[in-house]
Nanobody
Framework: QVQLVESGGGLVQVGESLRLSCVAS????????MGWFRQAPGKEREFVAR???????YATNSVKGRFTISRDNAKNTVYLQMNSLKPEDTAVYYC?????????????????WGQGTQVTVSS
């Protein structure tokens, strides 16, 4: 069973960058689709990015062109590089792993979740 631990969140100013990391325990990390979601106070958890079979996909309009998802299977780690941060990016960011047959845009497509890491962008 894979367990996920996120890190890298924090308080930054508008326009700055952060890189989130998600380390997975377990031997089968490379077989999982990995995703990043975020949840702001009072809002539903929303898709940010996913990586599956080497293909990365991003939420359109909100983060595309600013965020990059990547993975290092040798380190059992998935990353989310976030550049040009905006106040509306403020949320708890969650890493997720999925092993089913979904398209991995929905939280319900994922089997496993990390505890979340807070990102706050101050203006």
């Amino acid at each position: 069973q894979v367990q996920l631990v996120e890190s890298g969140g924090g308080l930054v100013q508008v326009g700055e960058s952060l890189r989130l990391s998600c380390v997975a325990s377990g031997r089968t990390f490379s077989t999982y689709a990995m995703g990043w979601f975020r949840q702001a106070p009072g809002k539903e958890r929303e898709f940010v990015a996913r990586i599956r079979d080497g293909v990365s996909t991003y939420a359109t309009n909100s983060v595309k062109g600013r965020f990059t998802i990547s993975r290092d299977n040798a380190k059992n780690t998935v990353y989310l590089q976030m550049n040009s941060l905006k106040p509306e990016d403020t949320a708890v960011y969650y890493c997720a792993a999925g092993s089913g047959s979904g398209n991995y845009y929905s939280p319900s497509d994922y089997n496993l979740w990390g505890q979340g890491t807070q990102v706050t962008v101050s203006s």
